[in-house]
């Protein structure tokens, strides 16, 4: 019996459509499957790809669409799940991504696998677990919104172990995301930037796709070049997923230490105003540095430093409350992570002037 090779992109012909486990409910949106393509980029996502990617096909609808893992390399079990999921899953593809980046996997799963057929693309993030029906959901949303070249969605943060519990909790708050609309937001309308979920293929080629040097803020990044364009972006907030949030505070701490130096990049390549939510961590780490080295001069120069922790020491205290167990008290310490290596990573960005990669 002949196989096909799944480190490719493989023939809408090559797939079984007509399988028990691939039929079409009623539910079904009105644009065929075959228009979706649904794009994975993964590194080293042994410990998630595989609830991802069941989350998605549990919806029979999924069976006639492309579902594509693009692997930047992984060193860990991470191909290997993905090609045992192929016999029960046959419009699921994996490809290689030497660019390594997500930016790069986006646009290489568009390079390699859209074809005449494909007018939506579907991002999805290996470390999310996915809702009943999120690609129908998101292409239909792109379907029913016909000025939108995008839909985006709202991330509700969660997590299972103690720190990621208080994180997840923090994340979502307005001192932890800074009112931002797709960080556990709840209203929908049309918005400047979100979670990327869903694009019209014709918007995303118009535009030249993502900006393969970025990353991290790619899509910022290109949200900002999409509605200079003149793309319209939906925020539908009847549409969301659960985002896990780093186990640790040393990746928590990295993560956001990127972030910064990514806005940084998305700020001087455009010459962008950044928003106050943008400048406030930059300032509020400025403001502790200066504090701490002048306070052996001038030690009333310690109350800033003492004030801001209070605040985390009070973030604490409230999450404890909230969570119902000891693991809030990680709260304060998050928000200190996520407020600090936010800002360290915007301020270096934008006076080193490097490379965030």
Known sequence: MQTRDIDACADRTDRPVATAACKTGSAAPRVAARNVLVAIPVLNEAAHISDCLTSLFADPWLCGARVVVADGGSTDDTCAIVRAMVADHPALSLIHNPGRLQSA?????????????????????????????????????????????SIVTPMDATGQGCFQRAAAWVADTPLGSGGSAHRGGSRSGWVDHGHHAGFRIAWFRRIGGYDESFSHNE??????????????????????????????????????????????????KHRMRPRLRQIVPALNFAGLGIALALAPVWPWFLVFPALYASVLVAVSCVAVARLRTPCGLWAGVALGAMHNFWGAGFMWQVIAGTPAR
């Open 219 to 268: 899509d910022a990044e290109f949200d900002r070049r999409l509605t200079q364009a003149g793309g319209r972006i939906r925020l539908d907030a009847d549409i969301r997923l659960d985002y896990r949030m780093r186990p640790t505070l040393a990746g928590l701490a990295r993560q956001y230490w990127n972030y910064g130096r990514g806005r940084a990049r998305t700020v001087r």
């Open 105 to 149: 996997a986006i646009n290489a799963v568009i390079r390699e696998c859209a074809d005449e057929d494909t007018r939506f693309l579907v991002r999805c993030d290996a470390h999310a677990t996915y809702p009943p029906r999120f690609v129908a959901r998101v292409t239909q949303a792109l379907s029913a919104w016909p000025d939108a070249a």
